[in-house]
Nanobody, 123 residues
Framework: QPQLEESGGGLVQAGDSLTLSCAVS????????MAWFRQAPGMEREFVAS????????LYPGSKKGRFTISRDDVQNTVYLQMSSLKPEDTAVYFC????????????????WGQGTQVTVSS
């Protein structure tokens, strides 16, 4: 199964933008669904976005479409999460995850996870 490594988190101010990266290695993952989840302290892991690595088709929950954009670079084997107009409530550990198709929103269905990257948004 693929190995995933997130990077790009940090401390930003409300209204800022930030792009997270997920480097994927160790497997043929072209027919995988890649996703970003986030987890705030004391909260359940929350689906943010997913992308079909080969086709580039995407899946978003309705509440985040427009501020968060998932993309992939199939040459660099990297998945990105572009976040704009960040709010303090976006503060969380952001995780990259992989599963076989189809794209789905439940974290229990994903079998490969990165270690996470912390995003903190100050007001």
């Amino acid at each position: 199964q693929p190995q995933l490594e997130e990077s790009g988190g940090g401390l930003v101010q409300a209204g800022d933008s930030l792009t997270l990266s997920c480097a994927v290695s160790g497997h043929t993952f072209r027919n995988y669904a890649m996703a970003w989840f986030r987890q705030a302290p004391g909260m359940e892991r929350e689906f943010v976005a997913s992308i079909h690595f080969s086709s580039g088709r995407t899946l978003y929950p309705g509440s985040k479409k427009g501020r968060f954009t998932i993309s992939r670079d199939d040459v660099q084997n990297t998945v990105y999460l572009q976040m704009s107009s960040l709010k303090p409530e976006d503060t969380a550990v952001y995780f990259c995850a992989a599963k076989t198709l189809p794209m789905q929103v439940s974290p229990e269905l994903y079998f490969s996870w990165g270690q996470g990257t912390q995003v903190t948004v100050s007001s």
